[in-house]
């Protein structure tokens, strides 16, 4: 149920009226007893979420996580074994011993 804000035109009092969308808007001013209140325009509420969290990877595909899996693993290993540093100090080394 959304939180409304009244205004009154006679007097200016403000104030907030906790209704459902169903309900009949306020008509009658609670300070003056008169009836030239008006709905105003708000802003309305904002969105709550609630969990643990929430981020682009909740909601993927498992097929698109497994692609991006196997990419990351490739890289390492072609990184980790060395078989083309010269600085390891292997036969193909250019550099004088």
Known sequence: MP?????????GHAFEKFQSMSAAPV???PACGRRKVKRLLGAGAGIIFKGSGFYATDYRNNKSSEHSN????????SQSDGSGDKSSGGQDSDWPS
């Open 70 to 77: 196997k990419n990351a693993g490739n890289k390492g290993a």
């Open 3 to 11: 939180t409304y804000e009244y205004e009154c035109r006679a007097c």
């Open 27 to 29: 008509k009658v001013c």
